[in-house]
């Protein structure tokens, strides 16, 4: 996957700025946090360095470079949603090895050999059940479901 089109993909599901008080990230910009992020000037991020910390922390964490283009960008924004760890984790079920969270050859190879369509919808579906046990699906389920479509639909072109 081209990091710049799964970029701007991450970009279509995150807004501006918002300080929800329902949200336990606190102040947030193009999906950034204050929580996550106390160090930036959340109100005055630019997507410039959005783009820099998706990179970095998320991207690079997932090894979206090594990935089918198609679960590369999956991955990514559930990393970007719920951190990579989690993401991993949830990327190592889908492809049937145990998920520890940690990335190496036994788990690239097994992401290799699987099929990106099959992934993409196991991926899926494993966030879908991991959103449903957070405490705050009742607030904000129908976007995540939103988000989830969204990305089943770039999933069909993906792979």
């Known amino acids: 996957m081209n990091f710049d089109l799964a970029f701007d ?3 279509e599901h995150e807004g501006g700025y918002v300080n929800n008080p329902a949200d336990p990230g606190g102040e947030t910009k193009y999906g950034i946090s ?3 992020y106390p160090g930036e ?5 630019t997507k410039e360095r959005a783009k820099v910390i998706f990179k970095r922390d998320f991207w ?5 470079d090594k990935l089918h283009d198609g679960v590369a960008f999956q991955v ?5 949603h ?3 760890e989690t993401a991993l984790r949830y990327l190592q079920r889908a492809v049937g090895v145990a998920d520890d969270g940690h990335w190496g050859p ?3 190879a097994a992401a290799q050999r699987a099929s990106e369509s099959d992934t993409i919808m196991r991926l899926t579906a494993e966030r879908l059940d991991f959103w449903t ?6 607030a904000s389920g129908k976007g995540w479901a939103r988000r989830a479509a969204q990305n089943l639909r770039y999933g069909a072109v993906d792979s």
């Open 82 to 84: 719920s951190g990579p």
């Open 60 to 64: 690079d964490r997932v090894h979206g």
């Open 41 to 45: 000037d959340i109100k005055a991020m």
């Open 133 to 138: 046990r957070l405490s705050n699906w009742a």
């Open 9 to 11: 993909r991450l970009m």
């Open 106 to 108: 036994v788990s690239q």
């Open 76 to 80: 990514a924004d559930f990393a970007y």
């Open 34 to 36: 204050k929580r996550s």
